[in-house]
């Protein structure tokens, strides 16, 4: 491996990682005047949030929505925030809102927007004796501060069985809430969930035209501009630690750097195995469970042509939502999952992606993809890609002209746990990280911090602010 080219082996602060938590990190000591390096084990910046090309079609990785959409000029949000301590306008980052999701159940759908009335109006329509208890509800997490550093764990199901006591409305509130940020198997914190909710249901989904590249290339050239030096392909192999101080880095090509602090964003349990006075298994117990796999598919023509209006659809096929590990040798869970249609988005009317787009996600198992060799791996992939499209298109609108799907696809590609673990490094491919959260952002070496996913911030806006939370609170 080349040698980085590095022009010091000193540094004020070093950040493990170029996902959306290291780069706002980043910006905001840059900001500040101070010294940063950013390093970043791939080509790519994003981490969990990226993109690639395949025959020249650009594919997101993990956005689906940003979530915590605000229109401009709504003050005291979390996006208004982390834009102003980023230094980047609203308009940069061309948010288009949803037109609308669901939420699909066998025996029961709910519609939702960015206006939560729609939400509350559903759940009045659909179980008129729980409509006070889910206001009570929405009035509770409205006050709560989910941002705030401190505090033990409080069970989320506890808390919603509080104010509703019908099992279904529970599950599919739960549903969403959970795909898009609980590492917990059933259950998850009660802070956690009230994030999720907020950035969901109160405030809600919108995309950047060009997708997730365009918060990347903000961050990026924000980071720059301000003189912070970022390397990539340039990981991380060791952390050595002394006196309970982080004291250098060993990086993969056995390039040593010193700095007067450290920003994790490798992952809780990731970092701790980095640290060279723990053992290997060091927060076993911690390890995060839950991976994912995704088919994404470019097809002919627009979803509204089919009679396809969601733009995200939350389905569960099961009596009960059941959000666990899939079982080993079972490799994907089909039952429930996420259906994302990026070209519904309220792009303007003068603009729309070229060619239409599917993505389907559902649960996996990481050591069952990661066992495979190479030929089977191609194998099952193609096997589950036809599975879960059959699963996709049962919740979607039977073709209006008749055609068969298949004859309308131009391209597809799907990514497995494998996949996720390659790019991202979390162990068991567990892309929500570990279940127990570090809210402080504080590891067991005290100029060594942790900030993103298990840090507790979750989405895109979520691992942003986390990124300069730790950085206000500790490094500035």
């Given at each position: 491996?080349?040698?980085?080219?590095?022009?010091q082996?000193?540094?004020?602060?070093i950040?493990?990682?170029?996902?959306?938590?290291?780069l706002?990190?980043?910006?905001?000591l840059?900001l500040?005047?101070r010294?940063v390096?950013?390093?970043e084990?791939?080509n790519?910046?994003g981490?969990l949030?990226?993109?690639?090309?395949i025959e020249?079609?650009k594919?997101?990785?993990?956005l689906?929505?940003?979530?915590n959409?605000?229109?401009?000029?709504t003050?005291?949000?979390?996006?208004i925030?982390?834009?102003?301590?980023?230094?980047i306008p609203?308009?940069?980052?061309?948010?288009?809102?949803q037109?609308?999701?669901?939420?699909a159940?066998?025996?029961?759908?709910l519609?939702?927007?960015?206006?939560?009335?729609l939400?509350?109006?559903e759940v009045a329509?659909?179980?008129p004796?729980?409509?006070d208890?889910?206001?009570?509800?929405?009035?509770?997490?409205r006050?709560?501060?989910?941002?705030?550093l401190?505090?033990g764990?409080?069970?989320?199901?506890?808390a919603?069985?509080?104010?509703?006591?019908?099992?279904?409305?529970?599950?599919m509130?739960?549903?969403?809430?959970?795909?898009?940020?609980s590492a917990?198997?059933?259950?998850?914190?009660y802070?956690q969930?009230?994030?999720?909710?907020?950035?969901?249901?109160?405030?809600?989904?919108?995309?950047?035209?060009?997708?997730?590249?365009?918060v990347?290339r903000?961050?990026?050239d924000q980071?720059?501009?301000?003189?912070g030096?970022?390397?990539?392909k340039?990981?991380?192999r060791?952390i050595?630690?002394?006196?309970g101080?982080?004291?250098?880095?060993t990086?993969?090509d056995?390039?040593?750097?010193?700095a007067?602090?450290v920003?994790?964003?490798a992952?809780?349990?990731?970092?701790?195995?980095?640290?060279?006075?723990?053992n290997e298994?060091?927060?076993?117990?911690?390890?995060?469970?839950?991976?994912?796999?995704?088919?994404i598919t470019a097809?002919?023509?627009?979803?509204k042509?089919?009679?396809w209006e969601d733009?995200i659809?939350?389905f569960n096929?099961?009596?009960?939502?059941?959000?666990?590990?899939v079982?080993?040798?079972?490799?994907v869970d089909?039952?429930?999952?996420?259906?994302?249609?990026?070209?519904?988005?309220?792009?303007?009317?003068?603009?729309?992606l070229?060619?239409g787009f599917?993505?389907v996600t559902?649960?996996a198992?990481?050591d069952d993809?990661?066992?495979?060799?190479?030929q089977?791996?191609?194998a099952r992939?193609?096997?589950w890609?036809?599975q879960?499209?059959q699963?996709?298109?049962?919740?979607?609108?039977a073709?209006?002209d008749?055609k068969?799907f298949?004859?309308?696809i131009?391209?597809k590609?799907?990514f497995?746990?494998?996949?996720?673990?390659?790019?991202?490094?979390?162990?068991?491919?567990a892309?929500?990280?570990?279940?127990d959260?570090?809210?402080?952002g504080?590891?067991h070496?005290?100029?060594?911090?942790?900030?993103g996913?298990d840090?507790g911030?979750?989405?895109?806006?979520g691992?942003m602010?986390?990124?300069?939370?730790i950085?206000?609170?500790?490094?500035l």
């Amino acid at each position: 491996m080349a040698a980085p080219s590095l022009p010091q082996t000193h540094y004020e602060t070093i950040i493990i990682g170029a996902g959306m938590a290291g780069l706002a990190a980043g910006i905001r000591l840059a900001l500040a005047g101070r010294e940063v390096l950013i390093l970043e084990r791939h080509n790519a910046s994003g981490g969990l949030n990226s993109f690639y090309s395949i025959e020249g079609r650009k594919y997101d990785v993990g956005l689906h929505a940003m979530t915590n959409y605000v229109p401009k000029g709504t003050k005291g949000t979390p996006l208004i925030k982390l834009l102003r301590q980023l230094r980047i306008p609203y308009d940069a980052l061309d948010l288009c809102p949803q037109y609308g999701s669901r939420i699909a159940f066998p025996s029961c759908g709910l519609r939702f927007s960015n206006d939560f009335a729609l939400l509350e109006s559903e759940v009045a329509a659909n179980f008129p004796d729980q409509i006070d208890g889910f206001r009570t509800l929405a009035s509770e997490i409205r006050e709560m501060n989910p941002f705030q550093l401190e505090g033990g764990r409080a069970s989320a199901r506890e808390a919603v069985q509080r104010h509703i006591n019908d099992p279904l409305l529970e599950d599919m509130i739960f549903c969403p809430v959970m795909y898009y940020g609980s590492a917990e198997e059933h259950d998850m914190d009660y802070g956690q969930f009230a994030i999720m909710f907020r950035s969901l249901f109160f405030e809600g989904f919108a995309r950047p035209f060009e997708g997730v590249r365009v918060v990347i290339r903000l961050l990026q050239d924000q980071f720059r501009s301000l003189g912070g030096l970022r390397k990539m392909k340039c990981g991380v192999r060791s952390i050595h630690a002394e006196k309970g101080r982080a004291t250098a880095l060993t990086l993969d090509d056995v390039t040593r750097l010193s700095a007067n602090r450290v920003l994790s964003t490798a992952g809780s349990v990731e970092t701790t195995r980095l640290c060279d006075d723990q053992n290997e298994d060091a927060q076993a117990g911690n390890m995060g469970q839950l991976s994912f796999s995704e088919t994404i598919t470019a097809f002919e023509g627009q979803p509204k042509e089919l009679g396809w209006e969601d733009t995200i659809i939350f389905f569960n096929t099961r009596e009960r939502f059941h959000y666990a590990r899939v079982p080993s040798s079972e490799e994907v869970d089909p039952t429930s999952g996420v259906i994302c249609l990026p070209n519904n988005y309220d792009y303007g009317d003068d603009r729309q992606l070229e060619e239409g787009f599917l993505r389907v996600t559902a649960m996996a198992n990481h050591d069952d993809w990661c066992a495979l060799n190479e030929q089977d791996y191609t194998a099952r992939k193609e096997y589950w890609y036809a599975q879960l499209m059959q699963v996709a298109l049962a919740q979607l609108p039977a073709l209006p002209d008749g055609k068969n799907f298949g004859e309308r696809i131009l391209a597809k590609d799907m990514f497995t746990p494998r996949t996720v673990r390659k790019f991202t490094g979390h162990l068991n491919g567990a892309i929500y990280g570990a279940t127990d959260k570090q809210k402080d952002g504080t590891t067991h070496l005290e100029n060594l911090y942790l900030a993103g996913t298990d840090q507790g911030f979750l989405g895109i806006t979520g691992a942003m602010l986390s990124g300069i939370s730790i950085a206000i609170r500790y490094l500035l």
